[in-house]
């Protein structure tokens, strides 16, 4: 859960949660203010975003479903490849497990879509793991980011690292902005 208020901090007191759970979700509340240009930036980022010819979501849930051929070609049809601000949040917790099946282009593409509904609480599935988890190999969805993309990620990375839900995983999220940070500095030329 990102988008909290004074009212969830109460029932944690009620519910006799520690001190310190308490203090570290009063510190998110504070940092909640900075999320809606978090947002923002990652709208500005990839608002020219194109599939192209990548993978899209309905073809990777086909991928992922070891559709034949035929089924491939009409799923492919179906995937959204110019806006996706298009893609509604029920479509991306349906194929919640589709990221593991686009390529560079279309995880690209899908990025925007799957962060800003798991920012805005509509997507319980872990796609900020997505991000932190893995040290993609080379020639991949990375190298594909423009630096305004990569900055927009360090921005929401820093952010969610102070997340209560994320303690533990601090050091995945410092890699992570080093690596993304490195990426922006390294193409911003």
């Known amino acids: 859960m990102f988008n909290i208020d004074a009212e969830f901090i109460e029932k944690l ?16 509340l504070q940092l909640m203010s900075q999320m809606r240009d978090t947002k923002n930036r990652i709208n500005d980022a990839f608002s020219d975003v194109r599939l192209g010819d990548g993978i899209g979501i309905y ?50 593409f899908h990025l925007p879509a799957f962060l800003l ?41 820093s952010l969610v690292r102070q997340h209560p839900d994320y303690y533990n995983d601090a050091k995945k999220f410092d890699h992570a902005i080093e690596r993304f940070a490195g990426i922006a500095h390294a193409n911003g030329r």
């Open 13 to 28: 007191k009620d519910d006799d949660y520690d001190l310190w759970t308490i203090s570290q979700w009063k510190n998110w």
């Open 59 to 108: 073809e990777a849930n086909g991928l992922d479903d070891y559709a034949d051929d035929t089924e491939l070609t009409r799923l492919r049809q179906l995937d959204e490849r110019n806006d996706w601000r298009k893609l509604d949040l029920d479509l991306l917790n349906s194929y919640y497990s589709t990221p593991s099946f686009f390529d560079a282009h279309g995880f690209v």
């Open 117 to 157: 509904a798991e920012l805005n609480d509509k997507h319980d599935f872990g796609f900020i793991d997505r991000i932190i988890e893995k040290r993609p190999p080379r020639n991949c969805w990375i190298d594909l980011l423009t630096p305004q993309q990569a900055n927009a990620l360090v921005i929401v990375l």
